[in-house]
T-cell receptor, first 107, second 113 residues
Framework: DAKTTQPNSMESNEEEPVHLPCNHSTISGTDYIHWYRQLPSQGPEYVIH???SNVNNRMASLAIAEDRKSSTLILHRATLRDAAVYYC????????FGPGTRLSVLP | NAGVTQTPKFRILKIGQSMTLQCTQD?????MYWYRQDPGMGLKLIYYSVGAGITDKGEVPNGYNVSRSTTEDFPLRLELAAPSQTSVYFCASTEQRVRDEQFFGPGTRLTVL
């Protein structure tokens, strides 16, 4: 299964937008890009997923590069509750979790 | 809908003991998964199932066994527990592999001493 590359950590101020990048340079044509987040002492929580087009939902937006080798998760207005580890997953056969990006949100 | 439930929440085992981690989902999902998460790391897939009676190994299956006799239940069995199996275990389910989100349970924190 293909792997992804994300920054280890990022910081944002409360109520500002956050752009979390992910590289998935070995993605196959039918692989979906999934994003999950994990709050302390909880199981992973679904955020968003997409194949080729940009996607929006109530939690976030997902911008997928035209060549699909990278994507960006966008939180439009970060809140303190968004502080978590965010995982980008190149979903072909099974989930392969990397270490993710630890997002800190400063008040 | 309870979603995905796991029991127990916490457990301490002695080396060599055995136990079964329970996982149940009420969404009628065919696909179910077991992951483990070591401190500071991402999740690793232990076993998965694509439907009742069908299971397959994931990335780290050694020391574990699974069965899937019903759509709802996917228990994970640890035989001869070892300290290396100290971890948090998550069960998950999905309706369609790849295209749909995975729903995760709250986890079981296991310590082997």
């Amino acid at each position: 299964d293909a792997k992804t590359t994300q920054p280890n950590s990022m910081e944002s101020n409360e109520e500002e937008p956050v752009h979390l990048p992910c590289n998935h340079s070995t993605i196959s044509g039918t692989d979906y890009i999934h994003w999950y987040r994990q709050l302390p002492s909880q199981g992973p929580e679904y955020v968003i997923h997409g194949l080729t087009s940009n996607v929006n939902n109530r939690m976030a937006s997902l911008a997928i590069a035209e060549d699909r080798k990278s994507s960006t998760l966008i939180l439009h207005r970060a809140t303190l509750r968004d502080a978590a580890v965010y995982y980008c997953i190149n979903y072909g056969q099974n989930f392969v979790f990397g270490p993710g990006t630890r997002l800190s949100v400063l008040p | 809908n309870a979603g995905v439930t796991q029991t127990p929440k916490f457990r301490i085992l002695k080396i060599g003991q055995s136990m079964t981690l329970q996982c149940t989902q009420d969404m009628n999902h065919n696909y179910m998964y077991w992951y483990r998460q070591d401190p500071g790391m991402g999740l690793k897939l232990i076993y998965y199932s694509v439907g009742a009676g069908i299971t397959d190994k994931g990335e780290v299956p050694n020391g574990y066994n699974v069965s899937r006799s019903t759509t709802e239940d996917f228990p994970l069995r640890l035989e001869l527990a070892a300290p290396s199996q100290t971890s948090v275990y998550f069960c998950a389910s999905t309706e369609q592999r790849v295209r749909d989100e995975q729903f995760f349970g709250p986890g079981t924190r296991l310590t082997v001493l």
